[in-house]
């Protein structure tokens, strides 16, 4: 059986994907990929998602130079979540998320609020020129 | 305004979320929160998820006593993906999977085959008696 086959795609064709960086084991981003996506970043070993809003693969990294070089793809016990071990290229300290931060996880709960605890590492407006 | 209103729940009223243990930082598990699971989670500091096959709140542990104790909540940038930093408690080593072992993400890609990579810690036929 192809390895693809073996994911449990949802009803829209695709699985969720966690992306989690090597070294520090911090989440990075959650994303989408169909089964193209998958395919490619197991053929290119780089970051491929399936971008829902744009309804297009998102080679991750491709405008912002943020791409995920890719080391291990990992699937869960129900074979419908997919995790990526990761390493983050393109600056340092390494920034996943489109906001300029680390990672996308940055609004922690603080009683009921919702407090942003993460800096900005590079303005947005200088990633997207 | 709500905190849990902040929330951009999807159009079945669901939010995935990533289970993150501290210390190791492993991502353990990924599953879903309506909006009640993620209140309860919140007052309770006990991770509660929505289980989509059995249609109703889930209590981690409240089966196999592998309870999640919650210490943050994390939004991700697009208010649409929840990460949990949690403890897993009620075995050593932690086992957050159903299939008794420490996390869910234990098969990995290996050229065309997806090879399971983790033991087992404890059968689940001992942990579902």
Chains 1, 2 share one sequence.
Not at 28 to 34: G, R, V
Not at 92 to 118: K, N, Y
Request: aromatic letters at 8%.
């Amino acid at each position: 059986m192809d390895w693809l086959d073996a994911v449990k795609w949802d009803r829209d064709g695709l699985v969720p994907v966690i992306a989690q960086e090597v070294g520090s084991n911090d989440v990075l981003m959650f994303a989408f990929m169909n089964r193209e996506a998958l395919a490619e970043t197991a053929a290119s070993s780089r970051a491929v998602y399936w971008s829902r809003s744009r309804r297009r693969l998102w080679r991750k990294g491709e405008e912002s130079g943020h791409v995920q070089q890719v080391h291990e793809i990992r699937l869960d016990c129900d074979n419908d979540v997919v995790l990526l071990k990761v390493t983050q290229l393109g600056h340092e300290p390494s920034i996943a998320c489109h906001t300029g931060r680390h990672a996308c996880f940055f609004q922690r709960l603080d009683g009921d609020m919702w407090l942003t605890v993460e800096p900005v590492l590079k303005d947005p407006e200088r990633i997207y020129k």
